[in-house]
T-cell receptor, first 109, second 114 residues
Framework: GQNIDQPTEMTATEGAIVQINCTYQTSGFNGLFWYQQHAGEAPTFLSYNVLDGLEEKGRFSSFLSRSKGYSYLLLKELQMKDSASYLCAAKDSNYQLIWGAGTKLIIKP | SAVISQKPSRDICQRGTSLTIQCQVDSQVTMMFWYRQQPGQSLTLIATANQGSEATYESGFVIDKFPISRPNLTFSTLTVSNMSPEDSSIYLC???????????FGQGTRLTVV
């Protein structure tokens, strides 16, 4: 079957760095996505990886290892507004997104 | 990037009635999807909206309960029929462009059935 695993909840301190891991098992693979979702709002796109390696975009970076079925989202210089759920999603061979349950990130002052 | 306008943003409905949710995209998108999301949980795909033909439903979702239309590449509707309190959820529409490298979401519809 298809499966996405990510931690349910993480806590970090303002100004620090946090890494949110995601492992995936899908029928075929056409890319790994990270989305941010604030409570009561729709998900917003953060990053897309289809090749191995690190993609950096400002304070956020995303890493992919296709051989390990593994990705992480790295958030630097954490701000209180980064408190949200972070959703990992993998696109399968049918180009459908398989979604993880999301990681709730709590930022403390 | 595309912008998807979804309405209504929220509604409180009586049991047994139906609600139609609309999504309008400001540019053509290749694929459109309808999701349901329970509070604190991930997205559950209801169906893929196909232009000019019947939607493709996921296991556990049927056309009689969730009829979907997509008359063109920029517009789709989802109807939640004969509602019960179990249908209370957030419903989201999503679209992807031709490159499929990003999915855009509507603002979501928070539905409460009483």
């Amino acid at each position: 079957g298809q499966n996405i695993d990510q931690p349910t909840e993480m806590t970090a301190t303002e100004g620090a760095i946090v890494q949110i891991n995601c492992t995936y098992q899908t029928s075929g693979f056409n890319g790994l996505f990270w989305y941010q979702q604030h409570a009561g709002e729709a998900p917003t796109f953060l990053s897309y990886n289809v090749l191995d390696g690190l993609e950096e975009k400002g304070r956020f970076s995303s890493f992919l290892s296709r051989s390990k079925g593994y990705s992480y989202l790295l958030l630097k210089e954490l701000q209180m507004k980064d408190s949200a759920s972070y959703l990992c999603a993998a696109k399968d061979s049918n180009y459908q997104l398989i979604w993880g349950a999301g990681t709730k990130l709590i930022i403390k002052p | 990037s595309a912008v998807i306008s979804q309405k209504p943003s929220r509604d409180i409905c009586q049991r047994g009635t139906s609600l139609t949710i609309q999504c309008q995209v400001d540019s053509q998108v290749t694929m459109m999807f309808w999701y349901r999301q329970q509070p604190g949980q991930s997205l559950t795909l209801i169906a893929t909206a196909n232009q000019g033909s019947e939607a493709t439903y996921e296991s556990g979702f049927v056309i009689d309960k969730f009829p979907i239309s997509r008359p063109n590449l920029t517009f789709s509707t989802l109807t939640v029929s004969n509602m019960s309190p179990e249908d209370s959820s957030i419903y989201l529409c999503s679209g992807t462009g031709s490159e499929g490298t990003e999915a855009f979401f509507g603002q979501g519809t928070r539905l409460t059935v009483v």
